[in-house]
């Protein structure tokens, strides 16, 4: 059975850090890239990051480059998003999911999953 176990989410105000952690299993981990969406109320799901498993690479979208920071520790099948200087507009709820590749197209970043976690709330307050 596939898992990808989000956890890591709460509260913090503006300038504060948080990491969050995606734990997978079910399915062989150095062959997919993790990646995080957020999606914040009223508005479109959003590409934050991904890393391919493969290849090591990062992608980052252009609102949380300089600021978040993902990585991968292949011996425990997990990912982590370190996430500072963090702004209330970082608010949603973030996902992780797999994916086959994850790369960056003009500004946005492509992932398109064949697995997904539940998400984890993330709030940021001013």
């Known amino acids: 059975e596939v898992q990808l176990q989000a956890s890591g989410g709460g509260s913090v105000q503006a300038g504060g850090s948080l990491r969050l952690s995606c734990a997978a299993s079910?399915?062989?981990?150095?062959?997919?890239?993790i990646g995080w969406f957020r999606q914040a109320p009223g508005k479109e799901r959003e590409g934050v990051s991904c890393?391919?498993?493969?290849?090591?690479?990062?992608v980052y979208g252009d609102s949380v480059k300089g600021r978040f920071t993902i990585s991968s520790d292949n011996a425990k099948n997990t990912v982590y998003l370190q996430m500072n200087s963090m702004k209330p507009e970082d608010t949603a709820i973030y996902y992780c999911?797999?994916?086959?590749?994850?790369?960056?197209?003009?500004?946005?970043?492509?992932?398109?999953?064949?697995?997904w976690g539940q998400g984890t709330q993330v709030t940021v307050s001013s």
């Open positions: 079910g399915f062989t981990f150095d062959d997919y890239a």
């Open positions: 999911a797999a994916a086959p590749s994850c790369f960056r197209s003009n500004d946005d970043v492509i992932f398109v999953p064949a697995y």
């Open positions: 890393i391919s498993n493969s290849y090591g690479s990062t």
